[in-house]
């Protein structure tokens, strides 16, 4: 339990995901060398997203919105925010969601080498998204830029560096805000974001910063999400033939969402929530003290053997109820909805509009490396 695994595997190369699947049959929790105590088995991780009494979110010393909220607080934010993330009020979205898809598929080049995840999951991502919340178009090159640069800085451990990334996108997210002041209908009929800036919680209008905090959470976060989920569940489907002919001979949106979830449970792109502790834990034979920094790595969770036997075997129906990729309890992604959207109709198109995707033969797919989950780099070739 006291071994030390390393925060950032970049200078060995290593996959943090096979790291752990070294670690979790021997610790089920053990420490990085930041200190933090890090949750590897399912049941670890399960107990303490459901004790959020003990496992506080509240973990940084700036606005999260609803994410960094506990109690009473985060259910108020929920409440409030959840309804933009319905089925039915994402119903609308479909058909953008599919055009989207339909011209970025198609203006893919066949016989040559596209990465997965830059020339389609990123696109993707940032043109769904903007259509989602009404954002103009002409601000597609700046946010692909923002997901570059924010995963550079990610992975660099530099802070000066995120801290002024994260400044950028909040002026980004500012810019879109000034031309809706004053100018949202008072009959709904506007897009997302306007929509967002009505929206009241404990009976008053959500601050600025607040209206910040949550589109950063539902952009910034999601961008770099969703492009790592594209590139995840194309590698899959370029390594396993099979499955690509089975979703091309028709399946239901169900099954499509299934195999979807289960693709990303086995190699889960979204390694790690953090908690701190509220009072002394014990937790998997560890004894935590207040106050303690705590990673539940889901990633490790959903790959446990003894919850899914081998974590590689892709069995949806069996899995489906384990599975934490979206996460469990009280924080439990509420987008979960709006990103199987996206995923199932990119999938749909792409299988669609092809009769082979297969990786590139002269480039290997690279790994990307914690804190960032999946694929670096999935060279494709299109067929």
Known sequence: MTDHMPD???????DLRAYTDELRPRHGVVRNVHGEWVLLRHELVVQAALSDDRFSSAVSSHLHVPNGMDSAEHTAYREALDGF??????????????????????SLPRGVAVDAVSQVGVRLAVRAQSAWLGWP????????????????????????????VAESFDDLIRSVLEPRRGTAREDGADDVTAGLMRTEVNGR???????????????????GSIAQCIGVLVHYLATHPAVQDHLRSGVPDAEIDAIIDEILRIDDPFVSNRRVTTCPVTIGGAELPQGARVKLNWTSANRDEVVFGDPDAM???????????????????PGRLLATLEMRIAMQELLAATSSIALDSQRPAERAVSPVGGWAMVPIVLA
Request: with cysteine.
């Open 8 to 14: 950032d595997l970049s200078a060995t190369g290593r």
């Open 85 to 106: 993330l319905t089925p039915e009020a994402l119903a609308p979205f479909r058909e953008r969601f599919r055009r989207v898809a339909t011209g970025l598929v198609a």
């Open 137 to 164: 178009a002409d601000l597609e090159d700046h946010l692909v830029d923002w997901v570059a640069e924010n995963h550079a800085a990610t992975r660099s451990g530099d802070r000066s560096w995120t801290q002024r």
């Open 205 to 223: 209008p959500l601050t600025d910063a607040e209206i910040v905090s949550v589109l950063r959470n539902w952009t910034g976060g999601d961008l």
């Open 315 to 333: 069995d949806p129906e069996r899995n489906a109820d384990r599975n934490l990729v979206y996460g469990i309890g009280r924080h439990a992604c």
